[in-house]
T-cell receptor, first 110, second 116 residues
Framework: KQEVTQIPAALSVPEGENLVLNCSFT??????LQWFRQDPGKGLTSLLL?????REQTSGRLNASLDKSSGRSTLYIAASQPGDSATYLC?????????FGTGTRLKVLA | GAVVSQHPSWVICKSGTSVKIECRSL??????MFWYRQFPKQSLMLMAT?????????EQGVEKDKFLINHASLTLSTLTVTSAHPEDSSFYIC????????????FGPGTRLTVL
């Protein structure tokens, strides 16, 4: 049974810092790994999707990497801004099923 | 492209009533739709998977008689919470994929259910 864990559970950083969010999964047989952002009381915003054959994806200040053999993905946020404050979720995709991680609540202080 | 909508965005109901939530894929046909539930400060938990024209597959621990799912067309799935109780209050999110060869899911904006 796939289990997805995110570390840290919460993070507070000053504006401008580069930061790394971690996602671990127990079953390496995944189709893709996707990172989402969720603002309080809102739905999910897809940030990056990494196919199982890929090692990383980049979008603007965001870079996500995937290491299937070790069961890990990281989301790197460069030059963090207060607008980046949100909960970040990773999801591992098996056979049509997404298993979500526990989330990292990020607060970027101005 | 790949937009998924949900209606209503929020609903408040009395205990014992039934509530229907709609999930629509607006610009693609969705062979498979998924329903998730999210309690405050927790992650999303998959409740069930529905395929157009067939019965939904429920995750372990989810009461199929309480959470009725109908996937009547390739663009619409409904979740009915029957005889709702305060413990059913939650954020319900649906998602859809384009077909059996596509694993990426596209998520709706969610429905906030509050049962009084």
């Amino acid at each position: 049974k796939q289990e997805v864990t995110q570390i840290p559970a919460a993070l507070s950083v000053p504006e401008g810092e580069n930061l790394v969010l971690n996602c671990s999964f127990t079953d390496s047989a995944i189709y893709n790994l996707q990172w989402f952002r969720q603002d309080p009381g809102k739905g999910l915003t897809s940030l990056l999707l990494i196919q199982s054959s890929q090692r990383e994806q980049t979008s603007g200040r965001l870079n996500a990497s995937l290491d299937k053999s070790s069961g890990r993905s990281t989301l790197y946020i460069a030059a963090s801004q207060p607008g980046d404050s949100a909960t970040y979720l990773c999801a591992a995709s098996g056979t049509y099923k997404y298993i979500f991680g526990t989330g990292t609540r990020l607060k970027v202080l101005a | 492209g790949a937009v998924v909508s949900q209606h209503p965005s929020w609903v408040i109901c009395k205990s014992g009533t039934s509530v229907k939530i709609e999930c629509r894929s607006l610009d693609f046909q969705a062979t498979t739709m998924f329903w998730y539930r999210q309690f405050p400060k927790q992650s999303l938990m998959l409740m069930a998977t529905s395929n157009e024209g067939s019965k939904a597959t429920y995750e372990q621990g989810v009461e199929k008689d309480k959470f009725l799912i109908n996937h009547a067309s390739l663009t619409l799935s409904t979740l009915t919470v029957t005889s709702a109780h305060p413990e059913d209050s939650s954020f319900y999110i649906c998602s859809a994929n384009r077909g059996p060869n596509y694993n990426e899911q596209f998520f709706g904006p969610g429905t906030r259910l509050t049962v009084l």
